[in-house]
């Protein structure tokens, strides 16, 4: 079985400084591990993907997360954090067999 | 737009009563899969199919059924509804079957019932 935890419901930066959201994954199976972020009211957009290409995972908005097997995490960060990047961040995990499993969530929030 | 389509946005309603979201899938997306995400319990997985056939079933209520049709569109039945179905459901699309290549989602449907 799969499953994904998410470190910290809530996390708080000030602008311009390292976001870091902390993602670890448990898989029996080679992991295809992702990032989502969800903005209010909005459905979930697909910020990056790993699919075993390359450890560091380069997304869109300047984030990047790096797959790290000995550690079972994809963490995911971004070197300047900016207010519109307030949001709720997932983190999810697949395999071949089908659906993807999510974590519960870190909600980003960036103060001025 | 991400290509999904989930309708209605917002649909309020009795216990006891009964609707149906209906989603389609992005163009080429043979997969579709719905989740139910509340407060308490974050995203849920509750059904996915695929070119027409149930693939996987996750935590849906017996009350629940869903369906795809050979347009590709998909409908989630919920019945004899109660406050505690009160979410937002979403509908994602992707190619395949697998997990493998993420999905893309719809904006979702909030669902209040009074």
């Known amino acids: 079985a799969q499953s994904v935890t998410q470190l910290g419901s809530h996390v708080s930066v000030s602008e311009g400084a390292l976001v870091l959201l902390r993602c670890n994954y448990s898989?029996?199976?080679?992991?295809?591990l992702f990032w989502y972020v969800q903005y209010p009211n909005q459905g979930l957009q697909l910020l990056l993907k790993y699919t075993s290409a390359a450890t560091l995972v380069k997304g869109i908005n300047g984030f990047e997360a790096e797959f790290k097997k000995s550690e079972t995490s994809f963490h995911l960060t971004k070197p300047s954090a900016h207010m519109s990047d307030a949001a709720e961040y997932f983190c999810?995990?697949?395999?071949?067999?089908?659906?993807?499993?999510f974590g519960q969530g870190t909600e980003l929030s960036v103060k001025p | 737009d991400s290509g999904v389509t989930q309708t209605p946005k917002h649909l309020i309603t009795a216990t006891g009563q009964r609707v149906t979201l209906r989603c389609s899938p992005r163009s080429g997306d043979l997969s579709v899969y719905w989740y139910q995400q509340s407060l308490d319990q974050g995203l849920q997985f509750l059904i996915q199919y695929y070119n027409g056939e149930e693939r996987a079933k996750g935590n849906i209520l017996e009350r629940f059924s869903a369906q795809q049709f050979p347009d590709l569109h998909s409908e989630l039945n919920l019945s004899s509804l109660e406050l505690g179905d009160s979410a937002l459901y979403f509908c994602?699309?992707?190619?395949?079957?697998?997990?493998?290549?993420?999905?893309?989602f719809g904006s979702g449907t909030r669902l209040t019932v009074v």
């Open positions: 994602a699309s992707s190619r395949k079957a697998a997990g493998t290549d993420g999905y893309t």
């Open positions: 898989s029996s199976v080679p992991p295809y």
């Open positions: 999810a995990v697949g395999n071949q067999g089908g659906k993807l499993i």
